[in-house]
């Protein structure tokens, strides 16, 4: 019997992270050329890292940078947009989470590919909005 080396060029890409947040590329979210503006975009990451974030902090959080986001490609219409969460760093009382978008097309039956990615930085915050620790899950 003879074991075939998977090479990484084989796979198929897939996104990393939990899914955090789907939702429908719709008309007016649409700049003059018909691409979904990429503030939307950035709006539904932000939301997919603040969901993330609720798990770690059961309280509020709020963003308090945005890094690295980066545009791969186009948005169109109708896409289903999947915005994939993954929490890479937890200190004190800020997190950092990568976010990627992946999108897909029901009509066009289009796979899914990535089409955004970036990181953002949360901090957890108390009832007055003051930044607190996170505690942590013995």
């Not at 590919?113 to 949360?122: D, I, N, P, S, T």
Request: charged content about 20%; some cysteine; aromatic content about 6%.
């Amino acid at each position: 019997m003879s074991l075939k080396k998977v090479d990484d060029a084989d796979l198929d890409p897939v996104p990393v992270g939990e899914l955090a947040l789907q939702t429908l590329a719709m008309p007016k979210d649409t700049n003059a050329n018909g691409d979904i503006f990429g503030g939307w975009l950035v709006s539904q990451m932000d939301l997919a890292a603040g969901i993330a974030t609720k798990q770690v902090t059961r309280g509020r959080s709020a963003t308090v940078a945005i890094k690295n986001v980066a545009f791969l490609a186009p948005v169109s219409v109708g896409s289903i947009v999947s915005c994939y969460a993954e929490i890479v760093e937890i200190g004190r009382s800020s997190m950092h989470i990568n976010i990627e978008v992946w999108i897909s097309n029901s009509l066009t039956h289009t796979g899914q590919r990535k089409v955004a990615e970036g990181l953002f930085v949360f901090v957890a915050i108390d009832a007055n909005g003051r930044t607190r620790r996170i505690e942590l899950p013995a």
